[in-house]
Structure formats: structure tokens, C-alpha cells
């Protein structure tokens, strides 16, 4: 079983619920990532943005392994032109950080204007020892 996946004569059921539960705080500890690709608009507005970013997902126990930088499209159209790979301690962590009320006022941002992003948040695997 891993993250929310059981078997199918479990799914939507209580018992893959409880069974999914139980795994999940038994030992699923694998970090999650949470992957943006951005376009800026308007660099002044985005700013507001990303200075309430560190601080907001700090608090969420993730760290930046990459944003901006030197990159090189390898396949796909060029259509964004900034990424931001972050990781999470967890799956839902990631996913708390980005509904919670300080990263929504942060966003509100690049929302009006500053910028485009697709956001996506995905759980990383056991690497086994």
C-alpha cells in the first residue's frame, strides 16, 4: 500500500480509510515536492510574492532545492521561464502550506497581475536502504 492507494475492494471504503490511516502515520514519511513553473508579468508585483514565500513555507518544515536559475528546456513548448522545485517533509504538509491563509495572502499577489504559475505537488518514493 502506498500513500492513498489500496486495494480495490477496499477503495471508498471505511476500512481503506482506516487501513490508509494507519499506514500513513505508521512510517509514510516520504518528502513530497511541490514543483511551479512561472512566467513573471509584472517583476515589482511578484516580488510582494516571493518575499512572503520563505517565511510561510519555513513553517512547514520545506526547503528550496531550486528557483530561477540557469535552465534548459529539454522537451515541451517554452512557454514558462522560472522554476521552483521545493521539498516538504511530507505529502501533506505540501499540500497545508499552500491552502493555508499565509501563502493564499502571499499568492494573492501574482494572482493580480504579478505573474502565471502552474503549481503541482507530488509525493516523492522510499528509496530503499
Same mark, same amino acid.
Given at each position: 500500500? /502506498?500513500?492513498?492507494? %489500496? %486495494?480495490?475492494?477496499?477503495? *471508498?471504503?471505511? +476500512?481503506?480509510?482506516?487501513?490508509?490511516?494507519?499506514?500513513?502515520?505508521?512510517?509514510?514519511?516520504?518528502?513530497?515536492?511541490?514543483?511551479?513553473? %512561472?512566467?513573471?508579468? +509584472?517583476?515589482?508585483?511578484?516580488?510582494?510574492?516571493?518575499?512572503?514565500?520563505?517565511?510561510?513555507?519555513? /513553517?512547514?518544515?520545506? /526547503?528550496?532545492? *531550486? @528557483?530561477?536559475?540557469?535552465?534548459?528546456?529539454?522537451?515541451?513548448?517554452?512557454?514558462?521561464?522560472?522554476?521552483?522545485?521545493?521539498?516538504?517533509?511530507?505529502?501533506?504538509? *505540501?499540500?497545508? %502550506?499552500?491552502?493555508? +491563509?499565509?501563502?493564499?495572502?502571499?499568492?494573492?499577489? @501574482?494572482?493580480?497581475?504579478?505573474?502565471?504559475?502552474?503549481?503541482?505537488?507530488?509525493?516523492?518514493?522510499?528509496?530503499?536502504?
Amino acid at each position: 500500500m /502506498k500513500g492513498t492507494t %489500496c %486495494c480495490p475492494r477496499y477503495r *471508498a471504503s471505511i +476500512d481503506c480509510l482506516i487501513k490508509v490511516a494507519a499506514f500513513n502515520l505508521i512510517g509514510n514519511t516520504v518528502p513530497a515536492y511541490w514543483i511551479s513553473r %512561472c512566467i513573471i508579468n +509584472d517583476p515589482v508585483v511578484y516580488k510582494r510574492y516571493t518575499d512572503q514565500v520563505p517565511d510561510i513555507i519555513a /513553517k512547514y518544515g520545506a /526547503k528550496v532545492l *531550486a @528557483r530561477g536559475g540557469h535552465f534548459q528546456i529539454m522537451e515541451g513548448p517554452e512557454v514558462f521561464k522560472r522554476f521552483v522545485v521545493i521539498e516538504f517533509p511530507t505529502f501533506a504538509s *505540501a499540500v497545508e %502550506c499552500f491552502q493555508s +491563509d499565509a501563502y493564499k495572502a502571499a499568492a494573492s499577489h @501574482r494572482r493580480n497581475g504579478g505573474g502565471i504559475v502552474e503549481n503541482v505537488i507530488v509525493e516523492g518514493v522510499e528509496i530503499p536502504s
